[in-house]
């Protein structure tokens, strides 16, 4: 079957990314055959095109890790699902940047009827790595004190709106006083502007010792402000590395303020099929009773993704970025 896909010609800039067209395998055993309308596009997206994950993406590969759309066929042995069934599907191998494609029926959730293509794209990885930041990995509880970077961005604004939902207490870094008006109106109660990350002496002065979780996607360049706004028996959640990838750090250093330092990946939290529904079924929940706005969202025709990746890349963004196919 035809099927338009987005290639990383060689690891570098947003440029590498060219669109081609090709065939969409049928679905092997297991397997489902998508028509895809929605792609999420993620900042492991532009890790894996700068070949910052060589074993995860070859140059040549196709990246995306999530997308929606409508079921075409099925491959053997898969039940519960059927052609023209609505879907969201997220994985651990990269692919999504295409019209078609087959993927294990493992990592499929069914979609609500009140929940679009592009809102599942925008929603399914930002949403359950909000679900799983709060509930498994900073244990979320009322009155915690909680600071979330980039709060302005799609895992940044979902996280924040949940964890004040949740009781905790929420202040937020961003790069511009529009995205602090943002991340204001979903649940942050302080926000830091700041291009050059520097954020630890406000954030200790309005939590009056720190924060007890820290959700940083930023990486090395904000490694001391991080250590230097913790509370004492924090935790530091390392969730990416816009700013380079956070060099490795000593126990030692940890110890001085009995903190702790761990670097989930959502693959683990959705290694089953009845996990990744039941965080899905989640997201989908709390946007229907207004825990989490509907997103907001910038679109992108599929070839256009070097685009989509700029921007993402220039800290323009608010919300989530999607393309459509």
Not at 262 to 290: C, I, K, M, N
Request: glycine letters at 10%; aromatic letters at 6%.
């Amino acid at each position: 079957m035809p099927s338009r896909r987005i290639r990383v010609a060689r690891y570098g800039a947003a440029d590498v990314l060219q669109a081609e067209d090709g065939e969409a395998a049928a679905p092997k055993a297991g397997e489902v055959r998508i028509r895809q309308r929605a792609i999420g596009v993620n900042y492991i997206d532009v890790y894996l095109r700068r070949g910052w994950i060589p074993s995860m993406l070859a140059a040549g590969g196709t990246p995306g890790m999530e997308a929606a759309g409508t079921v075409i066929d099925l491959g053997e042995g898969v039940s519960g699902l059927r052609p023209g069934d609505r879907v969201a599907y997220l994985g651990p191998v990269p692919g999504a940047y295409s019209s078609v494609r087959s993927v294990p029926a493992e990592w499929v959730a069914r979609l609500p009827a009140a929940v679009e293509d592009d809102v599942a794209a925008a929603t399914l990885l930002k949403g359950i790595t909000a679900d799983y930041l709060l509930r498994d990995v900073g244990r979320v509880r009322p009155g915690a004190r909680w600071l979330v970077h980039a709060a302005a961005g799609g895992v940044g604004l979902l996280l924040c709106a949940w964890a004040r939902k949740l009781g905790a207490r929420v202040v937020g870094t961003v790069s511009s006083d529009e995205k602090a008006r943002i991340a204001r109106e979903h649940g942050c109660e302080h926000v830091v502007v700041t291009r050059e990350h520097r954020f630890a002496d406000d954030v200790q002065r309005h939590f009056n010792g720190g924060a007890d979780v820290i959700v940083d996607g930023l990486g090395e360049a904000a490694r001391e402000e991080n250590f230097n706004a913790l509370a004492p028996c924090g935790h530091w959640i390392s969730l990416g590395n816009a700013t380079g990838a956070l060099q490795p750090i000593s126990p030692g250093w940890l110890l001085q303020k009995s903190a702790t330092l761990s670097s989930p990946v959502a693959f683990a939290y959705t290694a089953t099929h009845g996990a990744l529904t039941e965080r899905a079924q989640r997201v989908w929940d709390a946007l229907a009773d207004g825990t989490l706005k509907r997103p907001m969202i910038e679109r992108y025709s599929l070839d256009a993704a070097s685009q989509a990746h700029a921007r993402l890349e220039s800290r323009a963004t608010m919300g989530s970025v999607v393309l459509v196919a």
